[in-house]
């Protein structure tokens, strides 16, 4: 048996796939292969790495090379110098943001450094398309030990020990929802995974099950053993093809081995999966409409009680978790709850898995343990913000959490901190924003998505959210007033207070925290009609430095509405009236002479 | 495909494809490990480094040692090639030169199995970072 020298690890995660890496692998198998080294090295598609801002990604083992940003056409290169030679590609190298030095390999990278890998403990390790990869690091062990050594009640009861809750969200104790789904006697039951993930910038969810979608699996089947279910459904979205294709193979491969099916294991628990696909609508994520998009219905949520634990699919007693949630659990059954109770804070267990966006050097997916500070997820994970601006705000919870600021980054990130400084976990997005973000944009955009994704059964989301995205559209056009600030504030309250589901409940957060932490930009919309980021087109001016200018005139020549005068070598003169704020004269100037000025002229 | 019908039919087929991932296992953690670094540059591999790094590595499964092979760029020792570094967890580094099949048998055996310094020790004269 040929023996391995070197392994070749790509990404195969939809971002890196997005960027030809499909290619890289096949260039570097065929270079292999030309050169007489496939016996030599091995070449991997795994799943995503979590460095998406560099990708596509190749890593070299056994020594840890990171090689960012990597083209088809650098298989060649890496093949000749570094399996052959010995010789690391230098240019292909990650560069650190802040010391502008070369990291030779992925140990000595700030950004994995502070992270711990539970979730993801796959991605980015194993061929997410071969089983028995998965199986070598121990899957499915956790679903025989189950099955072989420990009653129903008993399984739950070291789940309910270990203290992990949901990660979809709402933070909900995990062992607690089985228990409940146990408890309930019926016929059939049901387990759902909910993958229907969509806050704006998240991809947790997709990378999971696209990286390591057994994981998810054998936590279904553990959970059919535990509630009494034999019948699964992963509800995901169907815009996520590759994660669907993945999951497809992985479902292909385990019943193949007799792991899902009937009688698994030789035991007597029968389990099997199929999957349901969402049309993307972001309330079907809310666990009654969810279930009510699966029976063929309208995606619309209904009143809790009755909880899905009680009456779901079908009017049968469901148990609903999320990906991140179900990728938890073989390592919680293997390694146990004391050692999962081991990591993270007081109340929160184990890790959480972010998708860091927006200005920030390292854009990415992160897992990190609970009770991490944002400070540390930002500035050293994240690598601190893009081209040296100034931090301004960071957004958890996607459209329904709140922007923390400068105050709060050395809060640690756990479910209660986050809501005690009014914001929440949510699923895991993470958008940065820097001195140049306008905060009213900023809750603007998120009430924007939330009028569009309203399902419309309750009046306080359909009819508040709309009223509110009027308000800010108005204040964003300088035309707002004291009013306005009041009124946005009543109705935010009277909407969470009266709203159906989670969604209306949490869908004024991004008004109410901008307000609270960024009072200074609302005043300076509303009373000088000035936005202070100059993000805001209606109010935004332009104004030539006149020491900047030389009065070569590239300005006037180019302005649509002829609002720029000035003699040939002279400094020139916007004329705000007629400046219609399109940007082309900052944009012709070569010499930096046009600004957008921070305060009202 | 056979089916999967116990725990131990799961460890069997784990087995069979354990070595497929030694080498990234071991690699997540390489300090944890010995690790062989063979110098694979020109001068190395035309005095026979290749069937160095190849002998290294069976008698590592043979033995089924602790320990990880990794090829690196030129060590400057161009007058004693092929060299290797050895590194046990934890102790300072040792580089042999002029090493062939005969002598990595050798140090596996003595050096690495059993701590016994061996003849052809080249004094280290750099530091890695």
């Known amino acids: 048996m040929s023996r391995y020298k070197m392994h070749l690890l790509v990404c195969g995660g939809t971002g890196c796939r997005s960027s030809e890496s499909d290619l890289i692998v096949e260039n570097l198998k065929k270079v292999l292969q030309e050169k007489g080294l496939d016996g030599d090295a091995q070449v991997v598609q795994t799943g995503c790495f979590g460095f998406c801002e560099q990708g596509p990604i190749v890593k070299v083992l056994p020594d840890n090379t990171f090689y960012t940003s990597v083209k088809p056409s650098d298989a060649e290169g890496i093949i000749a110098e570094h399996v052959l030679k010995g010789r690391k590609v230098e240019r292909l190298l990650y560069k650190d943001p802040k010391q502008q030095t070369v990291v030779s390999d992925s140990k000595h990278m700030e950004f994995y450094q502070k992270q711990i890998r539970i979730a993801l403990r796959n991605c980015g390790f194993i061929d997410p398309e071969n089983i028995d990869e998965y199986i070598a690091r121990d899957g499915y062990a956790a679903l025989a030990k189950v099955l072989e050594e420990m009653t129903p009640e008993a399984a739950i009861d070291l789940l309910k020990k270990s203290g992990l809750r949901g990660r979809g969200g709402g933070g909900f104790p995990t062992g607690l929802k089985w228990e409940l789904a146990h408890k309930n006697k019926a016929g059939q039951k049901y387990v759902v995974c909910n993958a229907d993930e969509g806050d704006p910038g998240a991809f947790m969810d997709r990378s999971i099950l696209e990286g390591d979608p057994h994981s998810v699996i054998e936590a279904m089947a553990i959970c059919g053993y535990c509630i009494g279910a034999t019948k699964g459904m992963v509800y995901i979205r169907a815009e996520y093809p590759l994660a669907i294709q993945r999951l497809k193979i992985a479902l292909n491969q385990a019943r193949d081995y007799g792991l899902l099916g009937n009688s698994i294991l030789g035991s007597k628990h029968s389990f099997d999966i199929e999957l349901r696909y969402g049309a993307g609508a972001f309330v079907c994520g809310e666990e009654t409409a969810l279930i009510h998009s699966m029976e063929g219905q309208r995606g619309e949520p209904t009143v809790k009680p009755p909880f899905p634990a009680e009456s779901g699919y079908l009017g049968k007693p469901t148990n609903v978790n999320n990906v991140e949630t179900f990728a938890n659990i073989p390592a919680i059954y293997l390694r146990g709850a004391e050692w999962f109770l081991s990591i993270g804070t007081a109340k929160s267990k184990g890790t959480k898995v972010f998708a860091l966006a927006g200005k920030i050097n390292n854009v990415g997916l992160i897992e990190v343990p609970m009770g991490i500070t944002l400070r540390e997820v930002i500035y050293e994970i994240g690598g601190g913000i893009k081209d040296g601006k100034k931090f301004k705000a960071v957004q958890t919870g996607g459209p329904s959490g709140g922007c923390l600021t400068e105050k709060d980054l050395d809060t640690p990130i756990d479910f209660d901190n986050l809501l005690a400084v009014g914001s929440m976990m949510g699923s895991g997005g993470m958008i940065v924003m820097d001195e140049n973000d306008c905060m009213v944009s900023v809750a603007k955009f998120y009430l924007d998505f939330t009028v569009e994704e309203s399902c419309g059964k309750c009046a306080p989301c359909r009819v508040g959210n709309k009223r509110l995205y009027e308000l800010l559209n108005k204040i964003t056009n300088g035309k707002g007033t004291e009013e306005d600030l009041e009124q946005l504030r009543n109705m935010s309250v009277v909407i969470k207070d009266t709203a159906l589901c989670g969604l209306g409940q949490t869908s004024p957060n991004p008004v109410l925290s901008t307000m609270e932490n960024f009072a200074d930009e609302y005043a300076a919309h509303i009373h000088d009609q000035h936005c202070p980021s100059g993000q805001c087109k209606a109010l935004r001016q332009y104004f030539i430095l006149s020491e900047k200018c030389v009065g070569c005139t590239a300005c006037s020549k180019v302005c649509p509405s002829e609002a720029i005068s000035g003699e040939k070598r002279q400094a020139h003169l916007i004329d705000q009236i007629k400046c219609i704020r399109c940007g082309a004269c900052m944009e012709k100037c070569k010499f930096s002479a046009i600004i957008i000025p921070s305060t009202k002229i | ?129």
Not at chain 2, 18 to 47: F, Y
Not at chain 2, 85 to 105: C, L, M, T
């Open chain 2, 1 to 129: 495909m056979n089916k999967i019908k116990s725990l131990s039919d799961l460890r069997k087929i784990k087995q069979d494809v354990e070595n497929r991932l030694d080498l990234r296992e071991k690699s997540d953690n390489p300090e944890r490990h010995v690790q062989i670094k063979v110098a694979m540059a020109t001068c190395g591999i035309a005095s026979g480094a290749r069937e160095v790094m190849n002998a290294f590595i069976e008698k590592i499964a043979q033995d089924k040692l602790d320990a990880i092979v990794t090829q690196t760029g030129c060590m400057g020792y161009c007058h004693a090639e092929p060299t290797v570094e050895i590194r046990k967890p934890g102790e300072e580094p040792i580089v042999y030169g002029h090493v062939d099949v005969e002598k990595a048998v050798a140090i596996v055996d003595k050096y690495i199995k059993q701590g016994e310094l061996l003849e052809g020790i080249i004094p280290v004269n750099y530091q890695t970072v």
